[in-house]
Each structure stands twice: as C-alpha cells, then as structure tokens.
C-alpha cells in the first residue's frame, strides 16, 4: 500500500534560518504529492502540490520537488520567520482506484526563534 | 463562505457513552472524510464518502459509524466511547474544482475518561 515516512521532529530554527523537511513516499503508479501545514488550533491547509515527476510545488516562499528517481518531496524555505511555526505534513494521493484518498505522513513541528 | 464546520470544539466523554460529531461544509463538495489525529501518528482516515448516500471505510473504522443524507452534511457516530478514542477528530471535503485540494474543519478535540 501507499505510505509516506516523514523526518522526525520536533524541528527548532532561528529566523532567516534555511529549512529542509525530508519526506519519501512508498506508491505504485504515478502519486501526486503534497505539503499541507497546520497552525496552533486550526485545520489543515494545503501548502503546495506536485502532480508529476520533476514538478515543482511552491507557495509562501515554501518549495518541494517531485522527485520520482529518489521517491522524494522535501519541502524547503531559504529563510524561515517565526510565523511558520506550525506542524508541517506530507501527504500523497495515489493513482487508480485510490485516487479520492490521501495518505499523511506523522507530521514534523517547525519551531522558529526570534 | 463558512466552508467546513465542525461541532463541538470540545468534548468529554465517560466510557460507554455515545455521541455524534457533526460536520458541514457549504462548497457542494461531492468528497468528505473523517480523520483522526493522534499525537506523534499523523492523520488516519476513519471514514469517507464520495456523495450523497454512499460511505466506505477508511483505516481506522472500528468503532465509528457515519452517514451522509445530504451532500452537506457528514456526521461521525461514536457508540460505546473507549479511552482509545481520545484523539482529535477532523472532517474535510473535496470538490471537483478545487482538484486534489482537502478543505479541512477546525477539529475536535474529544476526550473519553
């Protein structure tokens, strides 16, 4: 089955810091992959999104790359500010008859510093 | 548009007590889902609908039941509550325009002791 395995968190930076989150994914045929971010006390939300190989999802500064060769999508930022603390989930949404469903990694919380 | 909306915020149970959590959305979204939340374990699908009328189970359904009269609504059946089911609940739709995006509640946060 499809399944995503995330970095482990917990993640603590100082602002302007460069920030990477690894994600991998386990998937037959041609997942699209996702980033979706949830703040203190609120749902999910989408982040970004990545349909095929080699696309780029970006958003808020925020940017990952559909890697099918390494079966990655990590999410990147060149400069991180305290309101980007928040829990950062990978997901995918896998092809064929599953195509309606997400699979979410455990999720990795950011922590930015003043 | 208030988009999906969920009640209560808050719960507390005693074990073997039941209760619905409700779920609404207003975007005439055909897609809906129930996760739950679990410290440390991501999301986990309980239950998921592709329209009016039609649910299927999802990872985790053991204990839950869900029904979907009307495209809006999406309630989520807890019978028999168990410690086990302490967890953050959250409903979430999808629509045919908005392509693979989920919209998600606000969550709930239930407790059963």
């Known amino acids: 089955g499809n399944s995503v395995t995330q970095m482990e968190g917990p993640v603590t930076l100082s602002e302007e810091a460069f920030l990477t989150i690894n994600c991998t994914y386990t998937?037959?045929?041609?997942?699209?992959l996702f980033w979706y971010v949830q703040y203190p006390g609120e749902g999910l939300q989408l982040l970004l999104k990545a349909t095929k190989a080699d696309d780029k999802g970006s958003n808020k500064g925020f940017e990952a790359t559909y890697r099918k060769e390494t079966t990655s999508f990590h999410l990147e930022k060149g400069s991180v500010q305290v309101s980007d603390s928040a829990v950062y989930f990978c997901?995918?949404?896998?092809?064929?008859?599953?195509?309606?469903?997400?699979?979410f990694g455990k999720g990795t919380l950011l922590t930015v510093n003043p | 548009n208030a988009g999906v909306t969920q009640t209560p915020k808050f719960r507390i149970l005693k074990i073997g007590q039941s209760m619905t959590l409700q779920c609404a959305q207003d975007?005439?979204?055909?897609?809906m889902y129930w996760y739950r939340q679990d410290p440390g374990m991501g999301l986990k699908l309980i239950y998921y609908?592709?329209?009016?009328?039609?649910?299927d189970k999802g990872e985790v359904p053991n204990g839950y039941n869900v029904s979907r009269s009307t495209t809006e609504d999406f309630p989520l059946r807890l019978e028999l509550a168990a410690p086990s089911q302490t967890s953050v609940y959250f409903c979430a739709s999808k629509g045919a325009i908005e392509g693979e995006k989920l919209f998600f509640g606000s969550g709930t946060q239930l407790s059963v002791l």
């Open positions: 998937a037959t045929g041609y997942p699209s």
């Open positions: 609908s592709v329209g009016a009328g039609i649910t």
């Open positions: 975007m005439n979204h055909n897609y």
């Open positions: 997901a995918l949404k896998g092809s064929g008859g599953s195509n309606y469903k997400l699979t």
